[in-house]
């Protein structure tokens, strides 16, 4: 069923109000909650400093970068939500072996190492460009950057579907 990730987790009777979450944008080489159920960052102290500002039940916007490894319908779109569970891990403890071949395939077994576990996911199912969403630069949000005032509530109010993610069982 579609619906705005407002109304999804509204309608839960959820540990934490979507009031209390922090809305976070990054851009990644696609979403595959199903494969890879991390927040990943290759450097560690990147991961470190993410950690520190997160909080438990934080949603993260991933959008597609421009790279040649994105699918080039997905490069700059809004691709999904991830929401986090505060919690440090290395990628080999949450991803399948799909991903962990996809990596390997391409030389990528040292990226993206750090990261942060995530629980639940939604795709958005509509087709947006991140910069109808926000004016934040694609180079600074690798890091990780933190939506507030106009640019998170347009962001909330994209239709989801909710996805499976790795290990998670739901």
Not at 140 to 165: F, H, M, P, Y
């Amino acid at each position: 069923m579609e619906e705005s990730i407002n109304n999804t987790l509204s309608s839960e009777a959820e540990y934490l109000s979507l009031e209390d979450r922090q809305l976070w944008v990054t851009a990644f080489w696609g979403f595959r909650p199903q494969d890879a159920a991390f927040v990943g960052f290759s450097r560690e102290g990147d991961r470190d400093r993410f950690f520190d500002l997160c909080k438990d039940g934080d949603l993260v916007l991933i959008y597609g970068t421009t790279d040649a490894e994105v699918q080039p319908e997905d490069r700059k779109r809004a691709l999904g939500f991830l929401e986090i569970k505060k919690e440090k891990l290395r990628d080999a403890e949450r991803m399948s072996e799909n991903h962990r071949e996809w990596k390997r395939s391409r030389g990528l077994d040292e990226s993206w190492t750090y990261g942060v576990r995530v629980v639940r996911a939604w795709e958005i199912v509509q087709s947006i460009t991140i910069k109808h969403i926000t004016a934040t630069d694609i180079n600074v949000a690798v890091r990780g950057v933190i939506l507030d005032g106009q640019e998170r509530k347009t962001a909330l109010s994209l239709s989801v579907r909710e996805v499976n993610v790795y290990g998670e069982g739901r």
